[in-house]
């Protein structure tokens, strides 16, 4: 089965600064890679989703980057803000079926 | 859109009754919903795929009589926690599928006494 590991499993970084998470998969069929937040006693909330035929995606301050050959994305957060502290999910699956996922990265955000 | 909601948000039971969660999509229709569980700083594990019309799907080491999944309608998909015991106390997690995606209600918190 598929196996997503992601590193580092925590962050903290001044407000302003620049976050980045990395996870690495070992299923080469995967092809949908979703991130997602997870405040504290709330369910993941979707933030951004790419997939294989894309190399980057970007929304706003959100980037997401796509190592198909090396079969590892990253997620960048640009400019943070204390609203960004939370637990950030990676995942993979093949299409959205079935997500494997990271084991979180807890991300705090210096104000 | 994509708006998945749980209900009860939380709920306390004594050891041995059985508690039933309710998944729900708001805005759209879901053929296919899943359950997850999640630890205390942990990583969400998948429990099961819930297909309307028909059995669900359990992974590998999830008692299916014990972790009871009924999908009666588009919209709609429940676990119920059967006899269930303080090692079944977690915060149990529902998804489903829309615009390529998977969406993800917020949560249930089950203490079982």
């Known amino acids: 089965g598929e196996n997503v590991e992601q590193h580092p499993s925590t962050l903290s970084v001044q407000e302003g600064d620049s976050a980045v998470i990395k996870c690495t998969y070992s299923?080469?069929?995967?092809?949908?890679f979703p991130w997602y937040k997870q405040e504290l006693g709330k369910g993941p909330q979707l933030i951004i989703d790419?997939?294989?035929?894309?190399g980057e995606k970007k929304d706003q301050r959100i980037a997401v980057t796509l190592n198909k050959t090396a079969k590892h994305f990253s997620l960048h957060i640009t400019e943070t803000q204390p609203e960004d502290s939370a637990v950030y999910f990676c995942?993979?699956?093949?299409?959205?079926?079935?997500?494997?996922f990271g084991a979180g990265t807890t991300v705090t955000v210096r104000a | 859109g994509a708006v998945v909601s749980q209900h009860p948000s939380w709920v306390i039971c004594k050891s041995g009754t059985s508690v039933k969660i309710e998944c729900r999509s708001l805005?759209?229709?879901?053929?296919?919903m899943f359950w997850y569980r999640q630890f205390p700083k942990q990583s969400l594990m998948l429990m099961a795929t819930?297909?309307?019309?028909?059995?669900?799907?359990?992974e590998q080491g999830v008692e299916k009589d014990k972790f009871l999944i009924n999908h009666a309608s588009l919209t709609l998909s429940t676990l119920t926690v059967t006899s269930a015991h303080p090692e079944d106390s977690s915060f149990y997690i529902c998804?489903?599928?829309?615009?390529?995606?998977?969406?993800f209600g917020p949560g249930t918190r089950l203490t079982v006494l």
């Open positions: 998804s489903a599928e829309a615009l390529g995606g998977q969406f």
């Open positions: 299923d080469s069929a995967s092809n949908y």
């Open positions: 790419i997939r294989s035929n894309v």
């Open positions: 995942a993979a699956s093949i299409e959205w079926y079935k997500l494997s």
């Open positions: 805005d759209f229709q879901a053929t296919t």
């Open positions: 819930s297909n309307e019309g028909s059995k669900a799907t359990y």
